[in-house]
């Protein structure tokens, strides 16, 4: 029998997050942060107290085991040993981003990974075209890596290469120059990184919506990074706040404080965003005023779905903003949105009148089983 070591997970996690030019997730900040004896509260009621106890047991962080992190891993470099030549040349890379390098994975998430190509001077779908074509002259690497199929999705917002595994489950994405979803990706990085309850909550949430059938964007329901987006938003909202709003971290802020925000603003291993990531930076300098917040997980959970399980929030045209943590009427057809950061993108969470039904009654029935239950496991339905 293998025994598989903590230090065989750090070494595979610090590869993959040096591919993605991302926080290295070895070693936490917040494991020393007062706010992991909050985790599951004394002050809370026996059944909040009893559902904090379910959230930390379910919680699916464990499921990207050693073997998720090799078989990432030997995909990309299937896909490493297959690029052109020019494009090496051209110094093009892939930049592994979203749930993988984030913390928020869970075990229904799949591999996203970008190809930084800037300077080869052809549109995206044109180099998934010539890559799909060199992936094809070498498919016995991919397939004794346990791919059974790719398709070339052209018609897609961004459009991917798709590969699937076994019993055609997809399983890793290639998009091209997508440089705004690693950006996204590093400011859900930080997230995490700035209080211990974050990714538990956020990896509880996905779980949920994942089960529930509501986290598909190519079936119109809500993105992985939408749904992270309204978690993030209702925590900056908590009366004491447990995030900053994105204005507060922003590139712009920080000017005021340094002469140069290029280090800062620059992650572990050089991708530059908007934003800084520099978290002692950001408590010393620019979130000052944080205060703790003594809500447990299980009561974050509760009050998550009290909120946007009220008809009236996500039904009635609600566009919500993390840069400076506002929430704003717009028309009900326009449902429950809310605005990228980074981009100033308006998400929807769903597209149609029919999903917007389907999103909706998902978070109703939530809202009502907390309400009766305060079970998790009758939350996921399973």
């Not at 991919?142 to 590969?163: H, Q, W, Y």
Request: aromatic share 10%; charged share 25%; glycine share 4%.
């Amino acid at each position: 029998m293998t025994i598989i070591s903590d230090n065989d997970i750090s070494e595979l996690r610090g590869w993959l997050c040096a591919k993605g030019k991302t926080f290295q997730h070895t070693k936490f900040p917040f494991e020393s942060d007062p706010s992991r004896d909050l985790l599951v509260s004394n002050t809370d009621d026996n059944s909040t107290k009893t559902l904090s106890e379910e959230c930390l047991k379910m919680d699916v962080a464990p499921t990207q085991s050693l073997a998720v992190y090799k078989t990432m891993k030997e995909f990309i470099l299937c896909l490493e040993s297959v690029l052109p030549e020019p494009y090496r040349s051209a110094k093009a890379y892939f930049c592994p981003f979203g749930s993988s390098v984030t913390n928020f994975w869970t075990d229904k998430s799949d591999l996203d990974v970008c190809l930084v190509a800037d300077s080869v001077g052809l549109e995206g779908v044109s180099i998934l075209e010539e890559l799909e074509r060199e992936v094809e002259k070498h498919w016995s690497k991919f397939e004794a890596a346990g791919l059974e199929s790719c398709s070339l999705i052209r018609n897609a917002t961004v459009p991917v290469l798709k590969f699937h595994g076994k019993k055609n489950k997809p399983f890793l994405d290639v998009s091209v120059n997508n440089k705004a979803a690693i950006a996204n990706s590093h400011l859900v990085a930080l997230f995490g990184l700035l209080d211990a309850r974050v990714p538990i909550l956020g990896r509880l949430i996905k779980r949920w919506a994942q089960l529930r059938g509501i986290n598909d964007r190519s079936e119109g329901t809500i993105s992985s990074y939408s749904l992270l987006l309204l978690v993030f938003w209702f925590l900056q909202n908590r009366k004491p706040c447990i995030l900053p709003t994105y204005d507060t971290i922003s590139k712009e802020a920080a000017s005021k404080f340094a002469s140069s925000c290029e280090d800062i603003c620059c992650t572990d291993h050089g991708f530059k965003v908007p934003f800084v990531v520099n978290i002692d930076f950001i408590l010393k300098h620019l979130w000052t005023n944080r205060m703790k917040n003594e809500e447990s997980v299980g009561k974050l959970l509760y009050e998550f779905f009290m909120f946007f399980g009220d008809e009236s929030n996500i039904q009635s045209g609600l566009k919500l903003n993390l840069r400076d943590g506002s929430k704003s009427q717009t028309t009900r057809d326009d449902g429950l949105a809310v605005v990228c950061p980074t981009t100033e993108r308006i998400l929807s969470t769903h597209k149609g009148a029919a999903v917007l039904e389907q999103v909706s009654a998902e978070f109703r029935r939530a809202r009502s089983i907390l309400q009766q239950t305060k079970s998790l496991r009758d939350l996921y339905g399973v």
